[in-house]
Every structure is written in C-alpha cells, then in structure tokens.
C-alpha cells in the first residue's frame, strides 16, 4: 500500500497568512504517484470538499489562493492569504493505485 | 442538482449486518465509478471500497470478506452490505464519486455524501 505522509499535523496561522501543507508518498521502491494527488478540504460535521486534482488542477468553484504542486513523492498545497473560512483539516490522498490512500490530515487553526 | 444523500446508519451490535445506501441524483451511478469512504470519530479519511462503472469492485484490507459494495440502476442507488460487524468499523461512512475523465485525467473524489454514522456497540 502507498503510505500518505502530512506535515504539519497542525498550523496556527491568522488570517492573510501564507499557509504551505505538505504530502510525501511512499511504498517500497516505487517512483511515488506521478500526478494521481488530490486535495481536500473538510470542516467539522461536513463531508469533505474537492480543491486540487491532479497534483496542480484547481476544482471548479474553489478560490484560486489555493493552489497545489509536486510530482511523483512530494507534493505542495499552499493558501496564499488565509481567510476566516479556510480554517479546517486538509487531506491529501494519491489515486495510482489501490488501496486508494489518504494523508493523516492537516489542521489549521486560528493562532 | 448533482448530489448524493446516504442513509442506513444506526447503532448495531458487534457481529450484526447493516445495509447503508447512496441516492444520487443529477448523474448516473452505473456509469460512474462509485466509493465508500468512512471516518471514525476524531480521526481521519479511509477509503473503504470501489465499484467501478465497469462492475469490478475492489475492497480494502479491513473490510474485505465482510462487505460487500453494489449499485441498483432502477433506483440509482450506491448500498454498502456490511457484515461481521467489529467495534473498529463505528464511523461516519461517506459515499462518493470518483471522477477521472473517463481515464483521460488522475482522478479524485469529486462528489460526497452527507455521510451517515454507524456506531458498533454492545
């Protein structure tokens, strides 16, 4: 199975902050995930929400402060400028192969 | 509107069955390759299961022998069978789409359900 790998766990950040998330992939000998990498944004109580596909691709609707980068094991997701509703868990989650696996999640709070 | 709505969570005792479904409107459930995804309390996302539009299916380690995913074209409806239940299958179980382009694109979990709770409890 490919292990999913966050960091931060957490962030404290304010509003108008650059925010840098990443998502390291890793199983064996394998040459990481190519481009299969989405991002998801989840609040407490809700499902969560599409940002990025494709390592890079922002979903429609999503506000372009957030943006996603990397290939193969390392992968990027960065909010620009924080706002008030970007406070929340951020998983990443690699579709090569399955099992299809996610990150342990990454929770930016309010500092 | 393109949505799914999941229904069929309780509370069940360890060894017991539940039957969770996915409604989904707006799109066509067989043509689409359709997941479960469950969260248990506190903790993060694990992918549980997949149908592919094809009809292959494709299950986890943890759930594999004991559920059983399926889809019904009439009703348009995702059902996840869950068998054998175990304390470690209590969690918020999410259906969701899996859309990739018709394999032109990498693909990801584009459309969710509300989710619905399965608690497993003496």
């Known amino acids: 199975d490919i292990q999913m790998t966050q960091s931060p766990s957490s962030v404290s950040a304010s509003v108008g902050d650059r925010v840098t998330i990443t998502c390291r992939a890793s199983?064996?000998?394998?040459?990481?995930?190519?481009?299969?990498l989405a991002w998801y944004q989840q609040k407490p109580g809700k499902a969560p929400n599409l940002l990025i596909y494709?390592?890079?691709f922002l979903q429609s609707g999503v506000p372009s402060r957030f943006s996603g980068s990397g290939s193969g094991a390392d992968f990027t997701l960065t909010i620009s400028s924080l706002q008030p509703e970007d406070f929340a868990t951020y998983y990443c989650q690699q579709g090569n192969s399955l099992p299809l696996t996610f990150g342990g999640g990454t929770k930016v709070q309010i500092k | 509107e393109v949505q799914l709505v999941a229904s069929g969570g309780g509370v069940i005792q360890p060894g017991g069955s539940l039957r969770l479904s996915c409604a989904a409107s707006g799109f066509t459930v067989s043509s689409n390759h359709m997941n479960w995804v469950r969260q248990a309390p506190g903790k993060g996302l694990e992918w549980v299961s997949i149908i592919y539009s094809g009809g292959s299916t494709y299950y986890g380690d943890s759930v594999k022998g004991r559920f059983t995913i399926s889809r019904d074209t009439s009703k348009n409806t995702l059902f996840l069978q869950m068998n054998s239940l175990r304390a470690e299958d209590t969690a918020v179980y999410y259906c969701?789409?899996?859309?990739?382009?018709?394999?032109?694109?990498?693909?990801?979990?584009?459309?969710w359900g509300q989710g619905t709770m399965v608690t497993v409890s003496s």
């Open positions: 199983h064996g000998f394998s040459q990481g995930v190519s481009s299969y």
């Open positions: 969701a789409r899996w859309y990739d382009s018709g394999g032109l694109a990498p693909g990801a979990f584009d459309i």
């Open positions: 494709a390592a890079s």
